[in-house]
């Protein structure tokens, strides 16, 4: 019953008129003999039909029938084999991939939006290929040069997928406490041994090899964090042509039942003396690691406004078309028996709070993704070193305010249909199960927060956010709209309280975890109001009647009286501290 | 994997301490000859039992198995018919139940705290018994002497259950729209023909008959909700001996997928020219399905807190043993590979918002039960009138603000839990699915706020509110605590907003639906910090050095420093008024 189509008009309108992203490829060499405004529209295109047309009608199926576990293998629903080996094709899983390995190099400003549509069509089918590009990306980064080319080209051409070995049983968070043991072997290969957790993809019947980036310890490596190593280890061994060989000795000792994205497969893995190899420098593996794991943070973080986006479209389409009780201010629809509910103020206020939170995280992973695009493409390094500040910054905000609002907006999605919304053939409840991981996994929401408040904010005595706020500051200046006075003030108080955190912090060891999930919801609505005030001066800039801008217009509007003042409730609860939070012991909870 | 055992040292603190009611029922004639404290201590300590040992060992299973419908047969998971044998023996069924008629006439403020112990140890399980439960109200209150005799006993026993037949496919709602129809007969009788839609325990093999209470209308009724009748239409007719007879034209076509709770029935019921009974007065039906419906809007609103209770209860015990990293002042299990979790701030501010939630909707509930015993056995009029007054404002707060507040708290409980939250085994994921449905069933939150804000402040020019608020200052006036002043301007920033709105509907239609979730949502945090003054004020009158009182003292600091300002946020947003929200065309959004 559900159906998703990609919001092509928004994509190209953040892409094109928000962020103005064909101007800034042709101005960056790399980028300019890659893409341009065509191609990036044609690629959009392509994107919204593999993703409505291929992978969304395989959402509800796999649902219902969910990954399975047989004798060590793992069975995906029906239609996901002939879908993956479609989508490969199709180079989607190499979209921004190293171009030297087989990647199309395309830029992440394009990507973020592809993967929104994944998301949004089919979030289990998305994770299978979110963790293989994840994995590229830390291969490229960290890898030697054999690896690269040994195991590059199949990744990206989707023959092959990735998986991110992590978890431990008694260690998820805390990573210092892994146990997986890696021993070095006389050809320069290590035997791993151990056994992994919440493995995404760790086992599937999709692409002939898999192959896992795994965290281990060497036996006398550093105790913490420090004496972590990272291993690439092949499901099937692989010969120096590329050939495929015997299998290694990792298995899949079962996979978890799941309160939501069924279809993909969540493993225990079991390494008995598997064959791998080092990534990276020893005793460095949680740095390669954080290749991978930031390039998953964003893209989790867009699972959140993909599943919004798909409740969105399905609230809208039923208010539109379900008739239930008269407009308070008379029926608007009098031939008929009851009116559109999308004339009741409360299911406007619902979907407005889904289409406003959605659109400003869709403009704010462009943002994201322009800056890993100028860190990764700029010819001036100061130029390259600003961006990366930035995406250190906001990618906790990116991956935990985009889950947060996301989970938020599919609830209400559900509540615009009422009962319905809770039956699944409807499938607003599945959206709610399903971004609901989002929120946990990638480092749970509150590690997101701890990470912004206590790194990434204090952790450079504000200097990021500084660079954040300036460039707020300097394009309201350049920028004339209703809402400028209320995005500085909602600036000013963001950067008021962080200065009020960083004096706090140094008293009390506890004021940065009291805060940080507040501060970061904080934060995000002020990022958002960013976003907002960005799309309306675009709006302007297009000196259009068109609905399109005028609903956009609108749409500020509501975010700014409505939504905004949010952040008054949150300053009161941080300005509290933490003392309220220490006054029980565990006994007395 | 999860457990749950009722808090009745809690249970104790509220209806002893807080709200003394064995003092109360001494003072009220009809309830003095049937309860004192003792004997209420010895149902809590029953219900436990009862609850804990019988039924929450049937909730994950009951989950993973789910109802089943075979051929017009409702099967229900195994151990739910032995279950509900011996609990309708227990006399649970009739707890508050007619004695003229075999209930067991205990009062509210008891059962509430029953009702909670029911919902946390297995919501699906908890509707069978409190739609049997409601429709003996409604059926009390409104039905002829005959049909209280004839259908008040077995059902109060539990051998017979009760169904409210409202929903239709087309109307949810909107009520006055619907189709079914009842044709009088000779007899007196009257054939009830059409389709049902949402009805819960429907069809079900857990006792011999199911007694549905059913909104039709005569063929010659008014249009709209005053040509709504109401009819009581058993599945098994019954003669005049009270025995059973053949089956009348009533079945189940089938039963619903739903999100959450699967062991309960969610039926299509088809009437096919059923025989049933009117139910007080011709049109006048929805009044009488209200008495129905209203306790069943309390009891629903109770499902919030039983399901925060069971959640709260499995991440308490989880962050107590789960070892992850350090505290940030210091190891506290230094000979442990890591801390316990409960010692990080984040984690207690996710716990300490459970708790304080749950115990102050737990004295909600309570406080809502001691006006409902009091409007039923008061002697004098004017104290039936007031509690009257305050049931009917506080009703919709009560099932809408105990269900999002219940919501919010079982989304944290699995977020404690980390990726094991999102894990069907440990439970803590179908809490969140199960406790879903309670925002949505029994009139939508949304619906609960219109009624709220529109029928029961503004309706009244404001006077029940005034009730509610001149009792909160006479309370704080005679008991010092340390929260009077913030719980003084809460009740302040009430008033004013409830002031500015009756203001604002009176030139704008479109100013209730507006305002109104948000406004329900400043009313119960308003609500729950009168609530936790009279939890402080009972803990200080205790003069005790009990951890127990100590820990509520701490929980009010937490609840009033950090959750309270929430209400800010929501003043912001209900100022900014209906104009954003009607600034889009429909075919904007």
Redesign the interface.
């Given at each position: 019953m559900p159906s998703y189509k990609a919001d092509l008009r928004d994509a190209r309108f953040i892409l094109h008129e928000v962020f103005e992203a064909p101007a800034l490829w042709a101005s960056l060499p790399t980028l300019a003999e890659r893409i341009d405004a065509d191609t990036a529209n044609a690629i959009l295109e392509e994107a919204a039909k593999v993703t409505g047309d291929l992978l969304a009608p395989l959402n509800r199926s796999g649902d219902e029938e969910g990954a399975k576990w047989i004798d060590g293998q793992v069975q995906t629903p029906a239609g996901f084999r002939e879908a993956y080996a479609t989508y490969a094709e199709g180079g989607w899983v190499g979209l921004s991939g190293n171009p030297e390995f087989g990647g199309m190099g395309m830029p992440k400003m394009l990507a973020v939006a592809f993967e929104e549509m994944l998301y949004a069509a089919n979030s289990s089918f998305a994770l299978y290929s979110a963790l293989s590009s994840g994995a590229c990306l830390a291969i490229d980064a960290h890898a030697s040069e054999e690896l690269k080319r040994r195991y590059l080209p199949p990744l990206y051409e989707g023959r092959w997928a990735g998986s991110m070995c992590l978890?431990e049983a008694?260690?998820?968070?805390?990573l210092g406490?892994i146990r997986t043991r890696a021993e070095p072997q006389a050809d320069g290969s290590y035997r791993i041994t151990g056994s992994k957790?919440?493995i995404t993809g760790g086992e599937q019947d999709l692409t002939e090899n898999i192959i896992h980036l795994v965290l281990a310890k060497l036996p006398d490596a550093p105790a913490g964090p420090r004496g972590i190593s990272l291993f690439l280890v092949p499901k099937v061994l692989v010969g120096d042509d590329g050939s495929l060989g015997a299998a290694n000795a990792v298995s899949c000792g079962s996979i978890?039942?799941?309160?939501?994205i069924k279809a993909s497969s969540t493993c225990v893995m079991n390494f008995d003396g598997a064959r791998g190899y080092l990534v990276g420098e020893l005793n460095k593996g949680l740095a390669a690691m954080f290749t991978m794991m930031n390039y998953e943070r964003l893209s989790i973080g867009i699972q959140g406004i993909g599943c919004a986006e798909a409740s969105y479209q399905a609230a809208?389409d039923y208010?539109?078309e379900r008739?239930?009780?008269r407009a308070?201010?008379g029926a608007v629809a009098p031939e008929r028996?009851?009116d559109?509910i999308?004339?009741?103020?409360?299911?406007?206020?619902?979907?407005?709070t889904m289409?406003t939170l959605t659109e400003a995280g869709r403009a704010f992973a462009c943002y994201v993704g322009q800056q890993l695009d100028l860190a990764k493409y700029a010819e001036d390094p100061a130029q390259r070193e600003r961006a990366e500040a930035l995406v250190a910054l906001l990618t906790p905000v990116a991956k935990a305010f985009f889950t947060d609002t996301g989970?938020e907006s599919c609830?209400h999605g559900?509540?615009v249909f009422?009962?319905h919304?809770?039956?699944?053939?409807w499938g607003q409840?599945q959206l709610?199960?399903d971004v609901?991981?989002a929120?946990?996994?990638e480092g749970?929401?509150?590690i997101q927060?701890?990470d912004l408040l206590g790194r990434k904010v204090v952790g450079n005595g504000g200097a990021a956010l500084r660079l954040f706020a300036e460039e707020i500051r300097t394009f309201a200046a350049a920028h004339e709209t209703p809402h400028n006075a209320a995005l500085l003030d909602a600036v000013e108080r963001l950067e008021q309280l962080s200065g009020w955190l960083l004096e706090q912090a140094k008293g009390d060891?506890?004021a940065?975890?009291?805060a940080?999930?507040e501060y970061l919801h904080l934060f995000g609505y002020t990022a958002y109001a960013y976003m907002w005030v960005r799309m309306v001066a675009a709006a302007n800039r297009a000196y259009s009647d068109d609905?399109?801008y005028?609903?956009k217009r609108?749409?500020a509007?509501?975010y700014f009286?409505?939504?905004l003042?949010?952040?008054?409730?949150?300053?009161?609860?941080i300005r509290?501290?933490?003392?309220?939070?220490?006054?029980?012991?565990?006994?007395?909870?």
């Open positions: 978890t008694h260690a998820g968070t805390d406490i957790i919440f978890e039942h799941k309160m939501g809208r208010a539109r008739l239930q009780s308070a201010t028996v009851a559109p999308i004339v009741h103020a409360d299911v406007r206020r619902m979907l407005l289409k989970f609830v559900q509540q009422g009962g919304g809770y039956i699944r053939e409840e709610v199960r609901r991981i929120q946990i996994y749970t929401n509150g927060a701890l060891l506890n940065i975890g009291a940080s999930v609905a399109f005028a609903g609108a749409s509007a509501f009286e409505r939504l003042p949010r952040v008054q409730g949150l300053e009161g609860s509290a501290g933490s003392a309220s939070l220490y006054s029980l012991d565990a006994e007395q909870f």
